[in-house]
T-cell receptor, first 111, second 115 residues
Framework: GDSVTQMEGPVTLSEEAFLTINCTYT??????LFWYVQYPGEGLQLLLK?????DKGSNKGFEATYRKETTSFHLEKGSVQVSDSAVYFC??????????FGGGTRLMVKP | DAGITQSPRYKITETGRQVTLMCHQT?????MFWYRQDLGHGLRLIYY???????DKGEVPDGYVVSRSKTENFPLTLESATRSQTSVYFC??????????????FGPGTRLLVL
């Protein structure tokens, strides 16, 4: 089955710092790729997605590019804010509509 | 209210008791899912359902039972709770159409403590 490797956290940054959270996956075929975010005490919310190679998903200043050649979908943001503190999950979705979640990366942004 | 809801939000129970976690969605989504979230494991799929009266096992189904008599409801039952089932449980739904951009929508979670 599919599998996902995310960088372990916590990732601690100062406000306005640049963020990268690495994600690589193994999958059969070419899955759609998703990043979900979980704010403290809440369920997961879709952050962004990309459905084919070289697509760039973006939302709320976050971006991620579907890299087929490296099977990666790294999450980036140019200037993080305290309100971005959350846990981020990378998840490929297979043809059967199943998501496979990475272990999650906790981001802590300090003022 | 529209969306996906879970109840209860918090539950404390004792080993050996039966517990049912409820999930309700108002979108008429065909697919529904149950996940558990544990430190160090991310989210793991317990069971899913492609439609009413159709359910299938996920990665960690042992000790759990599901049913889906109505499209909008997908209860999860722990028949005899164990301490290892202490976790946060998330329900999700999707419309299940074979579109690449289709995603799952998550409920707020149920935090379960088994003493």
């Amino acid at each position: 089955g599919d599998s996902v490797t995310q960088m372990e956290g916590p990732v601690t940054l100062s406000e306005e710092a640049f963020l990268t959270i690495n994600c690589t996956y193994t999958a059969t075929g070419y899955p759609s790729l998703f990043w979900y975010v979980q704010y403290p005490g809440e369920g997961l919310q879709l952050l962004l997605k990309a459905t084919k190679a070289d697509d760039k998903g973006s939302n709320k200043g976050f971006e991620a590019t579907y890299r087929k050649e490296t099977t990666s979908f790294h999450l980036e943001k140019g200037s993080v804010q305290v309100s971005d503190s959350a846990v981020y999950f990378c998840a490929p979705r297979d043809a059967g509509n199943m998501l496979t979640f990475g272990g999650g990366t906790r981001l802590m942004v300090k003022p | 209210d529209a969306g996906i809801t879970q109840s209860p939000r918090y539950k404390i129970t004792e080993t050996g008791r039966q517990v049912t976690l409820m999930c309700h969605q108002t979108w008429s989504h065909s697919y529904m899912f149950w996940y558990r979230q544990d430190l160090g494991h991310g989210l793991r799929l317990i069971y899913y359902s492609a439609a009413a009266d159709i359910t299938d096992k996920g990665e960690v189904p042992d000790g759990y039972v599901v049913s889906r008599s109505k499209t909008e409801n997908f209860p999860l039952t722990l028949e005899s709770a164990t301490r290892s089932q202490t976790s946060v449980y998330f329900c999700a739904s999707s419309d299940g159409l074979a579109r690449p951009q289709e995603t799952q929508y998550f409920g707020p979670g149920t935090r379960l403590l088994v003493l």
